[in-house]
């Protein structure tokens, strides 16, 4: 009965050898373009960015931006290639007025991601877009991400958030 067992057990040992715990960065971040859902902040959607100096919710200016997300824009596209865990490329995005380009790497272990240039042309007056493009600028790593599902975690001030993104299919 001994005997039977072993080869089970090395067929065990060989399978989890086989594992790694590092990303298909390449597979999750290229080859497609990134449609933003929402920012959030401590597992809620942040709204704090629509509020009035009252300190009251805005929410016909949140509404505004809700209508200008589903009309065009908020869209951000990387490109790249791997060399070992360390994926380094470009990347383009629109905000809704606004487009941004810049240079990223991101390390597959670790998640973290590097933004190392960042530039925007144009200007956006509508409070998402303008939080978008910010947020984009200082991205720091990405979490629970899959090929169809991007969450990019960013510092906002002294605040941690992030943001979540789906394909974007073509219509």
Same mark, same amino acid.
């Given at each position: 009965m001994k005997t039977k067992s072993i080869p089970l057990l090395?067929?065990?040992?060989?399978?989890l050898a086989g594992c790694n715990d590092s990303d298909d960065v390449i597979a999750i971040f290229t080859g497609k373009t990134w449609k933003l859902n929402a920012i959030f902040?401590?597992?809620k959607e942040d709204r704090s960015y629509w509020v009035n100096k009252d300190?009251?919710?805005? /929410?016909?200016a949140f509404e505004e931006s809700l209508r200008k997300k589903n009309e065009k824009g908020?869209?951000?596209?990387? /490109?790249g290639a791997q060399v070992d865990d360390v994926i380094t490329g470009t990347f383009?995005?629109?905000g809704y007025n606004s487009t941004f380009t810049g240079n990223w790497s991101c390390n597959a272990n670790s998640r973290q991601i590097t933004i190392s240039s960042f530039e925007t042309?144009?200007?956006d007056s509508d409070v998402l877009a303008k939080a978008f493009v910010n947020a984009?600028?200082?991205?720091?790593?990405?979490?629970?991400s899959d090929t169809n599902n991007l969450h990019l975690d960013f510092k906002d001030g002294e605040l941690y958030k992030y943001m979540s993104f789906t394909v974007l299919r073509e219509k």
């Open positions: 090395l067929l065990m040992i060989f399978t902040y401590s597992g300190g009251t919710p805005n /929410e016909k908020f869209t951000v596209k990387f /490109e383009t995005g629109v042309k144009g200007s984009m600028k200082n991205v720091i790593s990405y979490t629970n």
